[in-house]
């Protein structure tokens, strides 16, 4: 079993910044990669960053150039660096990890809720 605790959502203006955490605890052996996903009121969750044991990233488009996701092997976590953050970013972030081997090998945080608004 693993638990992923997230923790940095809150409440920020327009152009501000905040920086989210998880950390991954359990029985975990081999990281394959980790993850954020966010789901606004009354949308389908969506990718938001991931990262690989190896360091390789991969962004949605709308988001590459502010956001920066990092760690993902060492210490088992991963942060999601958000900067010029706009009132559509408002959702609850979750953090999704994937482990090496057999299911089950994925799992979720319990999210963490960020409001960008003035």
């Known amino acids: 079993q693993v638990q992923l605790v997230e923790s940095g959502g809150g409440l920020v203006q327009p152009g501000g910044s905040l920086r989210l955490s998880c950390a991954a605890s359990g029985s975990i052996f081999s990281i394959n990669h980790m993850g954020w996903y966010r789901q606004a009121p009354g949308k389908e969750r969506e990718l938001v960053a991931v990262i690989t044991s190896g360091g390789t990233t991969n962004y949605a488009d709308s988001m590459k150039d502010r956001f920066t996701i990092s760690g993902g092997n060492a210490k088992n976590t991963v942060y999601l660096q958000m900067n010029s953050l706009k009132p559509e970013d408002t959702a609850v972030y979750y953090c999704?990890?994937?482990?090496?081997?057999?299911?089950?090998?994925?799992?979720w945080g319990q999210g963490t809720q960020v409001t960008v608004s003035s």
């Open positions: 999704k990890i994937s482990l090496n081997g057999p299911a089950p090998n994925t799992y």
